[in-house]
């Protein structure tokens, strides 16, 4: 026996078919039993099942087995295995292998809630939603059909073909594939970079930007954390705003700063705004600080980093200022220019440019053009002086060891006698040679015109005592907690 009835009203669940019809008084309310290709309406909304319970008293139904629910005007497909539905309230109460089609996403869940008229719908205990471009699982969650907002919590996977993502807490649009993620995130990419955040990120999909906060993007090659990371697959370029920390991993350099550029397709960096650096060598630190740090690591046969403007050097037996500054990890030389000077110990050390070239990590030699002068301050505090056209210095355990001068030469070094008594030894010819040990001259060789006096101390005058172009700038010498802010107590 088949059975039709007549649509009539919006809000009344009514049945359109069933095989078979039976009424049984059911606690205390009659109850429509309808069996076999069920078929029920409310407005523009249908569904279908194998056997139903209607029941009219509260205009609300019972669907078991192969339960389907289509709306023609909204667009929306909903299969499950039992569903209750209250048509007073419009909600869905759908149960095991839940099925949510629109036109853009399908959500698998085996318990979903869903309301009619906000057409949303939440599910608890584990769900999917996969749009045309990702795969999204947790174990609860929210979704507008309307909007195409989505939001889940409590173990989020999202996957798609760029990224892979965890966290707890995630706000998603099928659009326009925006994500927002809350709390603790991990993110990896396709072409290996892993993101890490404590406060979430911001990702579009669509545009390969994301935002990431209180986060890190680290892989084989490098390792960045900032308050702030920006990034643009499609360009491969990071931006890193407060708190920086960039790490090459190879060349075991760190830059620190407040705003940085890091363009991962040339493997090129900008750092300014309190930017500074650190390169390891052998146990032992070199800090550079400058107004802008440039780093160039894309020829791994000519890496370098250069520093603009005001710049301070510190390691442990060497500091420096000058202007600009350059470092080449090929050939292991840094390049000051511009008003640089080198302290090393005692020592005191400048020129127009200076040339620094380490050998095992270690200070092995400077190179002076033009207005060379270097000054080492004995234990007596005297002031041993050479100045020239340019200067070799050599050094051994951080200290000048030989000093080669070449062209316009001049020098005041101090000795000391058996009896101890101190003279002045000075000195003017085109070159010369001077050996030191713990910046006291043992040894002076001379080369072509010879001019030279010894003064014994009580004859000294005070204008003997400097050469033209003596300058003691000790009073600049960089401090290390005035480079390295992340060392400092009050950053």
């Known amino acids: 026996m088949v059975f039709h009835l007549s649509l009539v009203g919006q809000s009344t669940v009514r049945l359109v078919y ?60 909903v299969k499950s295995d039992y569903l209750e539905y209250n048509g007073n309230t419009r909600v869905a109460f759908l149960r095991d292998n839940v099925i949510m089609k629109d036109d853009s996403t399908t959500l698998y869940t085996d318990n979903l809630d869903y309301d009619r008229n906000t057409q949303v719908g939440n599910y608890f205990n584990g769900g999917k939603l996969i749009d045309n471009t990702s795969k999204l699982t947790s174990k609860t969650g929210y979704y507008n059909s309307v909007s195409k907002e989505s939001r889940f919590y409590d173990s989020v996977r999202m996957v798609n073909e760029d990224f892979y993502l965890e966290t707890d807490t995630l706000f998603y649009n099928t659009l326009d594939t925006k994500t927002r993620s809350y709390g603790p995130t991990l993110g990896i990419t396709t072409d290996g970079d892993t993101l890490q955040s404590s406060k979430g990120l911001l990702y579009n999909r669509q545009t390969r930007y994301s935002e990431i906060y209180q986060g890190r993007i680290f892989n084989a090659e490098f390792d960045i954390e900032a308050d702030t990371l920006i990034t643009n697959d499609s360009l491969q370029v990071y931006e890193a705003f407060n708190n920086i920390t960039m790490l090459s991993k190879e060349d075991s350099l760190t830059i ?53 403007k005001g710049v301070q050097m510190f390691k442990s037996n060497m500091q420096g200022i000058a202007d600009s500054m350059s470092y080449n990890f090929s050939d292991s030389t840094i390049y000051m220019y511009q008003d640089p000077v080198i302290w090393s110990n005692d020592s005191q050390i400048t020129a127009d440019s200076i040339n620094i070239e380490i050998v095992n990590d270690k200070v092995h030699k400077m190179n002076l053009a033009i207005k060379s002068f270097v000054i080492s301050q004995d234990s007596s505090k005297n002031f041993n002086q050479v100045s020239g056209k340019t200067m070799e210095v050599f050094f051994k355990e951080g200290f000048v060891s030989k000093t080669d001068v070449n062209g316009n030469g001049e020098s005041i070094y101090y000795v000391v006698d058996n009896l101890g008594a101190t003279s002045m030894n000075k000195l003017k010819c085109s070159s010369m040679t001077l050996f030191f040990e713990e910046n006291v001259v043992v040894e002076i060789r001379t080369y072509r015109e010879v001019d030279g006096q010894v003064i014994p101390d009580f004859e000294i005058k005070p204008t003997d005592k400097i050469l033209r172009g003596f300058n003691w700038r000790f009073a600049e010498k960089p401090k290390l907690r005035e480079i390295a802010r992340h060392l400092r107590y009050d950053r």
């Open 18 to 77: 069933s095989g078979k019809l039976r009424s049984e008084i059911i606690d205390g309310q009659n109850v429509q039993k309808l069996i076999d290709s069920v078929h029920l309406v409310q407005g523009n909304t249908e569904i279908f099942c194998d056997s139903a319970y209607l029941i009219r008293a509260t205009n609300s139904a019972l669907a078991f087995g192969h339960v389907r629910i289509i709306d023609t005007v909204d667009i929306i497909d």
């Open 256 to 308: 620190y700063g407040d705003k940085a550029i890091y363009n991962k397709a040339n493997n090129t960096a900008y750092a300014y705004e309190n930017a500074y650096m650190k390169s390891m060598m052998q146990g032992d630190s070199l800090f550079i600080k400058a107004d802008t740090l440039f780093s160039d690591q894309s020829d791994p046969e000519n890496k370098y980093i250069t520093a603009y």
